[in-house]
C-alpha cells in the first residue's frame, strides 16, 4: 500500500499492492540535461573572449638602452581556438558541434564562431600571430598544386625533363 504522505506520481506501489517498476515513464524529459543555454553559452563566451584579452601572452625580449641591455616582458596576442573554448566550458568539442546544429544555438554558435575566426585572421594579419600557423588552422592557403590526374605527375608530350630516359 502506498504511504499517504507520497505524492500519487511517486507512488512505486500499484492498487494491488505490486511494485510499480516503470519510473521511465515519471521523467518529464528522456536524455541529459543541456549544461548552457543560448543565453548562458553566450554570456559564457563574452567571459571568455574578455579572459583572452586581459590575459595576454607574454614573452621576454632583450632590451638595449645607452649601452646596456635588459630582459622585459612584452605582450603577445594569444590566438582564440574553437578547442581552447571548448575546454573553458568544460564541454567537448563534439558537444559544441551537437549544439551548432540545433535551431536555438545555431545562431548563438556562428557568431561565437565568426568571433574566433576573426580574432585568428586579423591577428594574423597585423602579424601579432604566426601567419602560417594561423592559415593552416583556418583552412586558408595560397599554394598552387599542378599535377596530372589523380595526383600523378604531370606530363607534357614533347619535353625531355632532366633525368628522363629518352625513350
Known amino acids: 500500500m502506498a504511504d499517504e504522505g507520497i505524492p500519487k506520481e511517486f507512488d512505486c506501489t500499484k492498487p494491488d499492492g505490486r511494485l510499480n517498476q516503470q519510473f521511465w515513464k515519471q521523467r518529464s524529459k528522456h536524455g541529459r540535461y543541456k549544461k548552457y543555454t543560448p543565453e548562458t553559452l553566450w554570456l559564457s563566451a563574452v567571459d571568455w573572449f574578455q579572459w583572452m584579452e586581459d590575459n595576454p ?8 638602452f645607452k649601452g646596456g641591455a635588459t630582459i622585459a616582458k612584452v605582450p603577445k596576442l594569444r590566438a582564440m581556438t574553437l578547442d581552447a573554448f571548448t575546454l573553458y566550458l568544460d564541454i567537448s568539442i563534439s558537444t559544441w558541434h551537437n549544439y551548432a546544429k540545433q535551431s536555438d544555438y545555431e545562431e548563438v554558435c556562428e557568431r561565437i564562431n565568426k568571433i574566433i575566426y576573426t580574432q585568428k585572421l586579423t591577428g594574423a594579419a597585423a602579424d601579432l600571430l604566426n601567419s602560417n600557423i594561423i592559415s593552416r588552422e583556418l583552412g586558408l592557403h595560397d599554394g598552387l598544386k599542378v599535377g596530372g590526374i589523380d595526383g600523378a605527375p604531370l606530363k607534357i608530350d614533347g619535353i625531355n625533363w632532366v633525368g628522363e630516359d629518352e625513350n
Open 57 to 64: 601572452l607574454e614573452a621576454s625580449e632583450i632590451v638595449k
